[in-house]
């Protein structure tokens, strides 16, 4: 097979910015050069061998992980989607009119939007002018887990959390986050801000994502007077977006149930939140983070909604981390078939979002089962996912492999 290497390296070695390379070097490598063809095939894009930005003190040190690795691989001769992806990523950059959404799926990790966080950071202030947009949230400490560090919802109301890691009720249609928070008190709250006001993003319009249907409640902003510029509900689909005058870095919502009469026929008289999209007019990339603490392939290619939100705003990159919690089971137990069948599913599923999106395959890291023996599973995975990036033109980031593969977490933790 022809490997044509993206060669990505960042410095490994920090664990909050491991995952930098999904997005980091790739955008770097082309910032330089715009090109108006877009079928410019990849060897065209000259890419920088980044394993020498490392301080060869630091290679010597840790001999046990493979840097020469650490690099997008393309195991296939061509991969239009990516030439595409280039191609709108030199047009954003050159022409300053559009704006990119990029995406990244996975478990615990997404969730607490350490990784993302990192690269939404840089992709959004490395251009000045192409800010992008925050993009997808949701309140998971009202549902009783974790939030991201850079964003905070608060309510005076009890909320019921949901996730289709544990629970797939009929009342709940999940989408993309596999996460929902209900409440059926008759007046209710909803306060978002982020924790760091210097660095959140301007919003201009939100979609927010609740019941399909007939709403039981009615809702409203708190924010200044007459900067609401328009309101519409699509009750078919479950959403409702809201566009303002000026950019807004925080607001409240206060929903009021409706009288009896009104909701008599409702089906479900308590309202359900799925996320809020949190957008703007300005162009730049938006990085969304699709995470929930043990989450699964499973999580997420059964949820009713997952493909309607996705294809909302369609994604142009789409970063696939998952795996971990998939072969977190005796050996003899895990089917690779199985496996591969599922993860070809939720390709699948983002191709139809966007026939053209982007999709990066990554490995995941290196386990111990039960944290006692070394996950043989991971391996079978990443023959599994080898198998696919050909199978779909698309590159794998193999952090398995940079790792030392099976039973080098233990060297990593032994070496700090």
């Known amino acids: 097979m022809k490997k044509l290497s993206k060669n990505m390296v960042n410095n490994i070695l920090r664990p909050k910015t491991r995952l930098v390379l999904l997005s980091f070097f790739l955008l770097s490598s082309i910032i330089s050069s715009a090109q108006n063809n877009a079928t410019t095939p990849l060897d065209d894009y000259k890419n920088p061998d980044f394993i020498h930005v490392l301080d060869t003190a630091i290679q010597s040190k840790y001999l046990f992980i493979h840097f020469n690795e650490n690099h997008y691989e393309f195991l296939s001769a061509n991969s239009p989607n990516f030439e595409h992806l280039f191609f709108k990523i030199s047009q954003l950059v050159r022409y300053k009119g559009s704006k990119l959404n990029f995406y990244q799926i996975g478990g615990s990790h997404i969730q607490a939007d350490i990784y993302t966080g990192v690269v939404r950071s840089y992709l959004q202030n490395y251009w000045q002018d192409l800010p992008g947009a925050r993009g997808l949230v949701f309140p998971f400490e009202l549902a009783g887990s974790n939030n991201p560090w850079n964003y905070i919802f608060s309510s005076k109301n009890k909320w019921t959390g949901y996730r289709s890691v544990l629970e797939q009720p009929d009342s709940v249609d999940y989408g993309l986050e596999g996460d929902a928070i209900a409440c059926s008190d008759n007046y209710i709250t909803l306060k978002f801000e982020y924790r760091d006001k210097t660095k959140g993003q301007n919003i201009t319009h939100i979609r927010l994502y609740h019941n399909k249907g007939n709403l039981p409640y009615r809702f409203y902003y708190q924010i200044d007077k007459g900067i609401v510029l328009n309101q519409k509900t699509n009750t078919e689909e479950g959403y409702t977006d809201t566009y303002f005058s000026k950019p807004i870095h925080t607001f409240v919502l206060h929903f009021v149930k409706k009288k009896a009469e009104a909701i008599k026929d409702i089906k479900y008289k308590s309202?359900?939140?799925?996320g809020l999209y949190l957008d703007n007019n300005l162009p730049g990339i938006s990085f969304s983070g699709i995470g929930s603490n043990g989450a699964s392939l499973e999580?997420?290619?059964?949820?009713?909604?997952?493909?309607?939100?996705?294809?909302?705003?369609p994604p142009d990159f789409f970063a696939i981390a998952i795996g971990t919690n998939d072969g977190n089971v005796p050996a003899a137990d895990f089917r690779p078939e199985e496996y591969k069948a599922k993860?070809?599913?939720?390709?699948?599923?983002?191709?139809k979002s966007n026939p053209n999106c982007a999709i990066l395959l990554t490995v995941p890291n290196d386990a111990y089962f039960e944290n006692k023996i070394p996950n043989v599973n991971m391996a079978k995975e990443r023959k599994a996912l080898m198998e696919l990036a050909v199978q779909h033109d698309i590159p794998i980031w193999d952090l398995y492999g940079i790792m030392g593969g099976l039973g080098?977490?233990?060297?990593?933790?032994?070496?700090?």
């Open 408 to 416: 080098s977490s233990e060297t990593w933790y032994k070496n700090g």
């Open 343 to 351: 993860m070809d599913t939720l390709i699948q599923l983002v191709l």
């Open 299 to 313: 999580t997420y290619i059964h949820n009713p909604n997952f493909i309607q939100q996705l294809s909302d705003f």
């Open 271 to 274: 309202l359900f939140i799925y």
